[in-house]
């Protein structure tokens, strides 16, 4: 059998289970043409197999590097001898946990390094922590492209960072809407608290339950919304939290007391987003930091009107009045205001979810960003062979 002549493109990422990023990458996967590039996974702290499952294409190399919990000089020696043994045309890693991997990269004589910022964490929300912001300074110069993908990411790179706009790409997300769509009529409801006999209003969340997702102000926002708003409308009120991390006991522990548990849900993590994110009729992202939601763009394309903090990416994608709400961050009465406008204007709820459905349609198609990555990845691997043939 001849060697596959395809240019092989090695991912690095913290961790492959579920997550904005870590979908981002399998839909990227599952999109490009497979008769153009071969992709490897190299995962610093292992995946989360059913997550991989999502993974449609059946040459694509998982490798778990089993990093330790700390420094662990070691994974990059491990780094480095996979990259001397697949040989990939380009290295790209994302965000600040994995972009130390450009150095072994470098070091095994990877011809092309890209990077990808899609967003901050608790430890570093307006992207000010010095140690971090000289970490950049000092490897991305390693690098030959560097991806924002979103505007206020890219002016951090240029303006705070300093790297050469010239460059930085920045593009959107896009998401799937063959998958992400509205719910057609008569279609049963997956949530255990649904009766058809009942008319309710399900507001809900989806995303890791981490601090820097804010969970927990939504919790506190629906107790307040139960006590205060009309009791005929009160009494419809359903919440949902989708997602798994140390914010879940505490939010349904906060729920429990308040007497809620038969009117909310949490089941953790799910695999079957899609249906649940179509059957809510309001979605909340109360995040404090974020880069650009994919989950915020799914829930759009399923045809839901949005309320999001004004954050990072999200000014970016929604607009006030429009397909959704932007409110302050870490703001109890903000929340509670704006889910009550909904919940009191239903002509303004079903034309915001017509919109939304829009948007996602008009300006994060799928079509779009996988070929923005592609013109990105093809003339890495034409810069990389021009260089072979020079050094011939």
Partial sequence: MPPDSRPLIAHVIYRLDVGGLENGLVNLINHLPADGFR????????????FARRIQ?????????????????????????????????????????????VVPALLAGVPYRIHGEHGRDMSDLDGSNKKHRWFRRLLLPLTHRVIALSQDLEHYLTQGIGVPPG???QFYNGVDTDLFHPRADGEPSPFPFFSSTEKIFTLGTVGRMQA?????????????????AP????????????????????CQTLLDRAGLTDRVWLPGARH???????HLDLFVLPSLAEGISNTLLEAMASGVPVIATAVGGNPELVTPGID?????SNDVPALVHALLGYLLD???????????????LDRFSMKTMVNHYKAIYTTGNDSQRSTSNVTR
């Fill in 39 to 50: 992709h490897a996974i190299l995962c610093l702290k292992g995946h989360d197999p059913a």
């Fill in 57 to 101: 294409r059946a040459d694509v190399l998982l490798i778990d590097l089993d990093k330790k919990e700390g420094k662990d000089l070691w994974v990059y020696g491990r780094l480095w001898r996979h990259f001397r043994r697949l040989k990939p045309a380009i290295v790209h890693t994302r965000n600040l946990t994995s972009l130390v991997a």
């Fill in 167 to 169: 460059k930085v790409s």
């Fill in 212 to 228: 820097v997702k804010n969970q927990l102000i939504l919790a506190q926002a629906f107790i307040t919304l139960v006590e205060t």
């Fill in 231 to 250: 009791k005929e409308l009160a009494g419809s009120l359903r919440l949902v939290m989708i997602g798994e991390g140390e914010l879940r006991a505490p």
């Fill in 272 to 278: 079957d987003i899609p249906i649940l994110l179509r």
């Fill in 324 to 328: 959704g709400s932007l409110i302050p």
């Fill in 346 to 360: 239903h002509p303004t709820l079903i034309q915001q979810r017509n919109q939304a459905r829009h948007t996602a």
